[in-house]
């Protein structure tokens, strides 16, 4: 049973530029939250999105979206990348009607921005 | 608003020492509360969780934490580390219910074991 993957696991962008990153969620789950992890920080929640809608949303510009396609894959889009976007980007699945939320947590992307 | 404070930023431990890594938490409501770990270039494995029921939960890897409201705590204790518990650890509580809730992580707790 696959876990969660993310892609892809490097990338390097420039000030200025847009970003895709994308996961797919543990079989069996149908809800993905991403998470900002800066270097020596704890993560970030950045938003979830359930039934292909943003459901809850952190403390993130406009300029972070995302995506949940019918088959439960998401996508995080960042635009306009600043120096401070610099970051792993953790993406977590969690199963259907899931009363303790059990996130499961990919191994990320981290993203570096010059 | 509930948060989540480790106290601790760095802990050093002898291998077969007892491992104890601190977290505590404002909530205004029951918590859920979970310990993840990550160990370096991967992502975070859920070691244990509280939920409701028992206050002592035993984890992955001999790992356990004590549910005290009275301190509204949650620390993390192995009776013996090894080194191959060297990594970062994180306590996380949840906020909200059901497919709306999201998890607070503490800023971390690098355990580094030493011969």
Request: with cysteine; glycine share 8%; proline share 5%.
């Given at each position: 049973?696959?876990g ?6 490097h ?25 900002q ?16 809608e ?5 403390n ?43 996130q ?11 | ?12 431990v ?59 705590s ?23 219910t ?18």
């Amino acid at each position: 049973d696959a876990g969660v993957t993310q892609s892809p696991t490097h990338l390097i962008k420039t000030r200025g530029q847009q970003v895709t990153l994308r996961c797919s969620p543990k079989s069996g789950h149908d809800t993905v939250s991403w998470y900002q992890q800066a270097l020596g920080q704890g993560p970030q929640f950045i938003f979830q999105y359930y039934e292909e809608e943003e459901r809850q949303r952190g403390n993130f510009p406009d300029r972070f979206s995302g995506h949940q396609f019918p088959n439960y894959s998401s996508e995080l889009n960042v635009n306009a990348l600043l120096l401070g976007d610099s970051a792993l980007y953790l993406c977590a699945s969690s199963p259907p009607l899931t009363v303790y939320n059990e996130q499961f947590f990919g191994p990320g992307t981290r993203l570096t921005v010059l | 608003a509930q948060s989540v404070t480790q106290l601790g930023s760095h802990v050093s431990v002898s291998e077969g020492a007892l491992v104890l890594l601190r977290c505590n938490y404002s909530s205004s409501v029951p918590p859920y509360l979970f310990w993840y770990v990550q160990y370096p270039n991967q992502g975070l494995q859920l070691l244990l969780k509280y939920t409701t029921g028992a206050t002592l939960v035993k984890g992955i890897n001999g790992f356990e934490a004590e549910f005290k409201k009275s301190e509204t705590s949650f620390h993390l204790t192995k009776p013996s580390a090894h080194m191959s518990d060297a990594a970062e650890y994180f306590c996380a509580v949840r906020r909200g219910t059901g497919t709306a809730s999201k998890l607070t992580f503490g800023t971390g707790t690098r355990l580094q074991v030493t011969l």
